[in-house]
């Protein structure tokens, strides 16, 4: 039976269906979220996904070390839109920028997070999709635009240009590594966009590495 130096916390309510490992290499517990979901934590967890024209925007109160991280494909839902994804926010309504951020914030608020405490750092929206070559912009002035008008600044961001990036956030210190994907090999990335972006419709490469 394999024995980690850290004990695995327990996942705060409504987020135990998030895949959630131990990375041995940062020595911490983690947890990887998939476009539409959300994660929140306040047991000092590292947060990843990995972005193409997604956005992820990793905000944290500073005081407390609790912090959470988004990821979603396009701005806001269609009024008229009524598909369904499952049961629970994490794989409906927050595939959308709007449900995203506030079911992000709400979360937060509702573990004791106060808004004047609040940190905000943005990453993703890269032009990898040839053929909607605008998703990655609508997504970055979205997240920008809502954040202006909840009163939060950015703090940090790495968005746009045509790369997909792998982000880890680390929500108790506020640090984010990214890692840019500016090979051939982000095709993956690509595929599953482009597969993910038809269902809302219908129903290793190290270089580039920045600290913020």
Same mark, same amino acid.
């Given at each position: 039976?394999?024995?980690?130096?850290?004990?695995?916390?327990?996942?705060?309510?409504?987020?135990?269906?998030?895949n959630r490992y131990f990375d041995?290499?940062?020595?911490?517990?983690?947890?990887?979220?998939?476009?539409?979901?959300?994660?929140?934590?306040?047991?000092?967890?590292?947060?990843?996904?990995?972005?193409?024209?997604?956005?992820?925007?990793?905000?944290?109160?500073?005081?407390?070390?609790?912090?959470?991280?988004?990821?979603?494909?396009?701005?806001?839902?269609?009024?008229?839109?009524?598909?369904?994804?499952?049961?629970?926010?994490?794989? @409906?309504? +927050?595939?959308? /920028?709007?449900?995203?951020?506030?079911?992000?914030?709400?979360? #937060?608020? %509702?573990? !004791?997070?106060?808004?004047?405490?609040?940190?905000?750092?943005?990453?993703?929206?890269?032009?990898?999709?040839? @053929?909607? +070559?605008?998703? /990655?912009?609508?997504?970055?002035?979205?997240?920008?635009?809502? #954040?202006? %008008?909840? !009163?939060?600044?950015?703090?940090?961001?790495?968005?746009?240009?045509?790369?997909?990036?792998?982000?880890?956030?680390?929500?108790?210190?506020?640090?984010?590594?990214?890692?840019?994907?500016?090979?051939?090999?982000?095709?993956?990335?690509?595929?599953?966009?482009?597969?993910?972006?038809?269902?809302?419709?219908?129903?290793?490469?190290?270089?580039?590495?920045?600290?913020?």
């Open positions: 039976m394999e024995h980690h130096p850290l004990k695995q916390p327990s996942p705060e309510k409504g987020f135990e269906h998030v041995p290499k940062l020595n911490v517990w983690a947890a990887k979220i998939l476009p539409g979901e959300f994660y929140v934590t306040s047991h000092g967890e590292m947060i990843g996904t990995v972005l193409g024209s997604c956005i992820s925007a990793c905000v944290r109160d500073v005081k407390l070390g609790i912090g959470g991280m988004n990821h979603f494909m396009l701005p806001i839902q269609n009024e008229h839109s009524t598909a369904q994804w499952g049961s629970d926010a994490n794989t @409906s309504e +927050t595939r959308y /920028g709007n449900w995203a951020m506030e079911y992000l914030l709400n979360t #937060l608020y %509702k573990l !004791g997070c106060s808004k004047r405490n609040l940190e905000v750092k943005l990453f993703g929206g890269g032009q990898v999709l040839a @053929s909607m +070559t605008d998703v /990655g912009q609508r997504n970055i002035l979205f997240a920008y635009d809502f #954040l202006r %008008k909840e !009163g939060l600044n950015v703090k940090a961001a790495d968005v746009g240009d045509v790369f997909s990036r792998k982000v880890l956030f680390f929500p108790d210190t506020g640090s984010v590594k990214v890692r840019r994907i500016t090979t051939t090999k982000n095709e993956t990335i690509i595929q599953r966009e482009k597969g993910y972006l038809e269902s809302i419709r219908q129903h290793k490469d190290d270089s580039n590495i920045e600290l913020f």
